[in-house]
């Protein structure tokens, strides 16, 4: 499975846009790129997900580059329950369904 | 509809004490899936089952069992608890293999 690199932490104001970014340089052709998050203590929570081309839904979008080595998730006006850690997965058919989490991005969003 | 619940919600176990992790969901997904989260730690997976009848081991098995009673249920046992299992486990499910849900965890402790 690719490997992703994600920075430890970020910050955003509230209202504005929060672009977390994610490079998985090692990404093969069958791989999706996925992102989860976690509101603290809770259960990861599923974002959004994508292949190749951009996508959008009623949480966040999802820019992949055209050569695929990274992505970035929007979270278009972010508010304070957006607070979380935002993980960054790529997976293909050969793992099936196998989710290997890293350390992910502390996202922390002040009023 | 539920979604994926999890009993217990804490439990404190002595070194040497046997317990299971109960898991259900109602969403008739057929992959079921066990991880631990460790403090400042992402998830790893413990045990997963494509479906019903099936169970395969994740990137840490040692010292767990597992049961898929029936597609709605996944349990998780520890014959011989230590201390080094000491975490917060989390349950889940899927249909799509990328797509997972996850319950609100059950918090262990091994003194």
């Known amino acids: 499975d690719a490997k992703t690199t994600q920075p430890t932490s970020m910050d955003c104001a509230e209202g504005r846009a929060a672009n977390l970014p994610c490079n998985h340089s090692?990404?093969?052709?069958?791989?999706?790129v996925y992102w989860y998050r976690q509101i603290h203590s809770q259960g990861p929570q599923y974002i959004i997900h994508?292949?190749?081309n951009n996508e959008t839904n009623e949480m966040a979008s999802l820019i992949i580059t055209e050569d695929r080595k990274s992505s970035t998730l929007i979270l278009p006006h972010a508010t304070l329950r957006d607070t979380a850690v935002y993980y960054c997965i790529v997976i293909g058919g050969s793992t099936l369904g196998r989710l290997y989490f890293g350390r992910g991005t502390q996202l922390t969003v002040w009023p | 509809n539920a979604g994926v619940t999890q009993t217990p919600k804490f439990q404190v176990l002595k070194t040497g004490q046997s317990m299971t992790l109960q898991c259900a969901q109602d969403?008739?997904?057929?992959?079921m899936y066990w991880y631990r989260q460790d403090p400042g730690m992402g998830l790893r997976l413990i045990y997963y089952s494509a479906s019903e009848g099936t169970t395969d081991k994740g990137e840490v098995p040692n010292g767990y069992n597992v049961s898929r009673l029936n597609k709605r249920e996944f349990s998780l046992r520890l014959e011989s608890a230590a201390p080094s299992q000491t975490s917060v486990y989390f349950c889940a499910s899927s249909e799509t293999w990328g797509e997972q849900y996850f319950g609100p965890g059950t918090r262990l402790t091994v003194t």
């Open positions: 994508g292949l190749k």
């Open positions: 090692t990404i093969s052709g069958n791989e999706y």
């Open positions: 969403m008739n997904h057929n992959s």
